[in-house]
């Protein structure tokens, strides 16, 4: 059913129907009204036969996730930034252990300096950790994802965040399709754990491993992200034939066909990047967009299928890793190895900043004329920047760069502190 509804909100409706057995909720902007909406349902009676935790950290709601998960109950729970860090050693054992929680990460920029808007360096810090890592592109994409998520989770025993993008998705009204309680139940069966800790039939769980057996253990759970790659195709095959849309897979193109530039991004900036290559497509370009939804585990080879055609790859990300560069890019070109293909990128939105079409166009221009740098910041104020290190050179005690920016610009922000 069509309704005009929050993104956190149509997310919250969605888990409730998954029939979740345990969630532990701590507050963080901007996961919070998924959280709040999930215990007014459980108060309310809507949910039942689901206890919901109030846990006093986030380490603590991965940690009471992993033992409600452990004992074969169906664990839902959500964070985002400082709080995915903060539950980051957790975070790993629960995709050690192989228990398929699943996670909403509200993607949020991580300190310092202190910033809530959005972008995507809190679930890039985790993205070696194990966890299945699916990106939406809409409200309408985060719902289903969620879906997807407890079916491929449990089907692997492997853990699943979905990462929607905070305030710019979390906080947005949308309309959003969404399912009755007999589709979900005929797509996602009643949760049947591959272990589990039993009084009755007991066994050990999280023991330590020697290099004896360490390695054997890490390739194990390397092969059963690669199991991810097989399933999410059947999967959403199964999604179509109950929902009847598409939830989003691995990878999809737009207008990629006969593309010489093709734009790669995860996450809602898809949305505008579509609309730049639209209007671009309209003035005669000949240029496209791949949407990356699995980054991990990342399609390899459907990466390649998709732009070894393509003169040229533009990746647009909201992350950046210091010191090297891109993230996403870094996967790409391992993606291309060998088709001598120049892949760009484009970082852009960083701590929420708009990523705006006329912005898009020069860059995406730029590119198709090969005049980019390898490395570019999608508006940056370079006055800002060639003063902070022009006043870093000539004075050794310079201030903290955050506060001296701020000065720089007349910020508010900086004159309160």
């Known amino acids: 059913m069509l309704e005009q509804i929050e993104g956190s909100r149509a997310v919250a409706e969605v888990i409730a129907l998954c029939r979740p057995e345990v969630v532990c909720a701590y507050p963080i902007t901007p996961q919070t009204h998924i959280v709040e909406a999930i215990g007014e349902m459980v108060k309310s009676g809507k949910l039942m036969n689901c206890e919901f935790i109030n846990v006093e950290s986030e380490f603590a709601a991965m940690s009471v996730s992993i033992g409600a998960s452990a004992t074969g109950a169906r664990s839902y729970t959500a964070t985002a930034s400082q709080g995915l860090l903060f539950m980051s050693e957790a ?8 228990l398929p929680i699943v996670m909403t990460v509200a993607n949020r920029s991580i300190g310092a300096p202190i910033n809530i808007w959005n972008d995507h360096s809190d679930a890039m810090s985790q993205r ?18 969620h879906i997807l998520a407890f079916r491929l989770a449990e089907e692997l025993s492997l853990p699943a965040m979905v990462c929607m993008d905070g305030f710019i998705l979390t906080h947005a009204y949308e309309q959003v399709d969404l399912p009755t309680q007999s589709q979900i139940d005929s797509y996602l069966p009643p949760y049947a754990p591959r272990q589990v800790l039993d009084p009755q039939d007991p066994v050990s769980i999280g023991a330590m491993v020697g290099p004896e057996a360490f390695m054997e253990v890490r ?11 097989e399933l999410i195709p059947q999967l959403v095959d199964d999604f179509k034939q109950v929902f009847g849309r598409d939830p989003g897979g691995l990878l999809h193109t737009y207008r990629a066909e006969d593309a010489e530039t093709i ?5 809602s900036a898809l949305g505008t990047i579509k609309d730049t290559v639209d209007e671009m497509r309209h003035e005669g370009h000949k240029i496209g967009v791949l949407g990356i939804t699995s980054f991990r585990p990342f399609p390899l080879n459907l990466v390649r299928d998709a732009l070894h055609q393509t003169r ?3 990746v647009v990300e909201k992350s950046f890793a210091l010191g090297i560069g891109g993230i996403l890019s870094t996967d790409v070109q391992m993606s291309l190895a060998g088709l001598n293909l120049p892949v760009y990128t484009v970082v852009a939105g960083l701590g929420g900043r708009a990523i705006l079409r006329k912005s898009l166009h020069q860059w995406f221009r730029k590119a198709e004329q090969d005049e980019l740098e390898p490395l570019t910041f999608l508006d940056l104020n370079w006055a800002v920047v060639n003063q902070q290190l022009m006043r870093e050179e000539k004075v050794r005690r310079s201030g903290p760069a955050a506060e001296n920016v701020l000065r720089h610009i007349g910020s508010v922000a900086s004159k309160i502190a």
């Not at 390739?219 to 790659?229: C, F, G, K, N």
């Open 312 to 314: 040229r790859v533009v």
């Open 263 to 267: 734009i790669v991004a995860m996450g």
């Open 128 to 145: 070696d950790s194990g966890w299945i890592q699916l990106f939406a592109e809409s409200n309408q994409n985060a719902a289903d994802l």
């Open 219 to 229: 390739y194990l759970a390397h092969a059963r992200q690669l199991r991810v790659l």
């Open 91 to 98: 975070v790993y054992n629960a995709a050690g252990l192989g």
